[in-house]
């Protein structure tokens, strides 16, 4: 029998390549941070709708905070983990320009995510509304009970709201775009499914 030659056997060995995805822990930090944001959404605009003496305001407001505080630990994770990895390079089909405003993009869904809850955080924590942690536990406070930095979080909160919309809404086009238009599985990064270099 005829042996393989070194120079045949380092071919097949530089043949496996690496996947472009995210890593597991990153696409799963991903899927949770976004399904958040798609419950504390509608459900900000529905409590915010209900009479100040509907008894279930005060429930739906606590989900809403429970929830908020929740992506703000899964962003913390992401960030610390986004860190101490690589993540996979943006396929080369996508022009320079647009790579560029895709990371900037990421970078501020980055801010918003921790700006929100924060500003959130103050605005309950300040005004005197303690957040009772999916009914579990009171999340301690770090902030004095001050209305006027209370106000000032909430307004913040309320104008952060809007770009987070904007923002969501342009992540979300930009990947139909890239799907459908230019033909570029973006979204494989996200799901493991992105095909080899």
Known sequence: MSRPSPTSSAAGAAMPS?????????????WLTALCMFVVIPLAWYMTGL???????ENWFNLHKSIGLTVLLLTLIRVVTRLSGTAPPLPAAIPAFEQTLAHIGHGLLYL????????GYINSYAGGHPVNW??????????????????LGGRVHGLLAWLTYALIAGHVLAVIYHQLIQRVDVLGRMTGRAAKR
């Open 51 to 57: 009479d100040r003496h509907d008894p279930m305001q």
């Open 18 to 30: 690496a996947r472009l995805t995210y890593s597991l822990t990153l696409r799963v930090l991903h």
């Open 134 to 151: 999916f009914w579990l536990f009171q999340v301690p406070s770090v902030v004095p009970l001050d209305k006027a930095l209370g106000h």
């Open 112 to 119: 918003i995510l921790f700006a929100m809850p924060i500003s």
